[in-house]
């Protein structure tokens, strides 16, 4: 299967599921809402291009905010960590193995510790920066960081269970 085609399937695949399951199961005591489509943006190769890599991930964020209802609210997080995302990979791999890279970031291309790491942080980004957008303040400070820190634990939660079931062989990436 060709990249274009598997990463448009996936796309489509995670979309689906967080509007049409995730979307429905009710937030506990307010806090834990399970969000997972922005691993999309995550699993994307490590070549892309900065505008195209930005232009992804508004359009998944603006994707999900067609389907609820709620313009921009999600195409605000998705395009930061897409802004975000060479930063942190240029800073969690090596530049001396780029040359021996996988073509996406997995488990098996970063290591576990980088790859755990960049998966926590990205979702706490994603996570924070939705909250903040819903609520355009802080107000109660406990409340917010609960939110956030129980969203992010839960959506780090069902993406290890993803990570686990839907195991992705790894490409070397090539120069030709």
């Known amino acids: 299967m060709s990249s274009l085609l598997k990463n448009i399937s996936r796309f489509l695949l995670f979309i689906l599921v967080q509007v049409y399951m995730l979307n429905y199961i009710r937030p506990l005591h307010q806090f834990i809402v399970p969000y997972f489509?922005?691993?999309?943006?995550?699993?994307?190769?490590?070549?892309?291009?900065?505008?195209?890599?930005?232009?992804?991930?508004?359009?998944?964020?603006?994707?999900?905010?067609?389907?609820?209802?709620?313009?921009?609210?999600?195409?605000?997080?998705?395009?930061?960590?897409?802004?975000?995302?060479?930063?942190?990979?240029?800073?969690?791999?090596?530049?001396?193995?780029?040359?021996?890279?996988?073509?996406?970031?997995?488990?098996?291309?970063?290591?576990?510790?980088?790859?755990?790491?960049?998966?926590?942080?990205?979702?706490?980004?994603?996570?924070?920066?939705?909250?903040?957008i819903e609520w355009l303040n802080f107000g109660n400070a406990l409340f917010f960081f609960g939110k956030v820190l129980g969203t992010t634990g839960i959506s780090i939660l069902l993406i290890a269970i993803i990570e686990l079931l839907f195991f992705r062989k790894g490409k070397f990436r090539t120069n030709a």
Not at 41 to 49: A, D, G, M, Q, T
Not at 75 to 88: G, K, V
Request: glycine share 6%; net charge negative.
């Open 37 to 132: 489509y922005f691993l999309y943006i995550l699993w994307l190769p490590f070549n892309i291009n900065r505008f195209w890599l930005l232009a992804v991930g508004f359009t998944t964020g603006l994707t999900l905010d067609y389907f609820t209802g709620t313009m921009g609210l999600h195409a605000a997080p998705c395009t930061l960590i897409a802004y975000l995302r060479p930063y942190i990979i240029n800073i969690l791999i090596p530049q001396d193995t780029i040359e021996l890279s996988y073509t996406e970031p997995s488990v098996k291309s970063m290591g576990i510790a980088p790859y755990a790491l960049y998966i926590v942080f990205f979702t706490f980004i994603h996570h924070a920066y939705l909250t903040l």
